[in-house]
């Protein structure tokens, strides 16, 4: 199992990020997946998740912020991200299985939301 994921960055609070999950090594159409993430001195928190078919949950701290995506024939899932606040700053892993334990993890990604 192969997980990298892409498009983490620094953002103004209001701003968008898109970030991205490459998949490789396993049936990736039929696990559920999930974006977790990590803020320094905090505990792993499940952001959002997506089903083999697509169902999603979401954090209640996310829900009309966030979308999660995910394209089966290019074994790709997206988190897209609007009007990020500071408190959304975390490293960001993507991961499969819907939780914020357990699974095969990427290496993650850096967002930052700072004026």
């Known amino acids: 199992v192969q997980l990298v994921e892409s498009g983490g960055g620094l953002v103004q609070p209001g701003g968008s990020l898109r970030l991205s999950c490459a998949a490789s090594?396993?049936?990736?159409?039929?696990?559920?997946m999930s974006w977790v993430r990590q803020a320094p001195g905090k505990e792993r928190e499940l952001v959002a998740g997506?089903?083999?078919?697509?169902?999603?949950t979401y954090a209640d701290s996310v829900k009309g912020r966030f979308t999660i995506s995910r394209d089966n024939a290019r074994n790709t899932m997206t988190l897209q991200m609007n009007s990020l606040k500071p408190e959304d700053t975390a490293v960001y892993y993507c991961?499969?299985?819907?939780?914020?334990?357990?699974?095969?993890w990427g290496q993650g990604t850096q967002v930052t939301v700072s004026p």
């Open positions: 991961k499969t299985f819907v939780g914020a334990t357990g699974g095969s």
């Open positions: 090594g396993f049936t990736f159409s039929t696990f559920a």
């Open positions: 997506i089903l083999s078919h697509g169902t999603t």
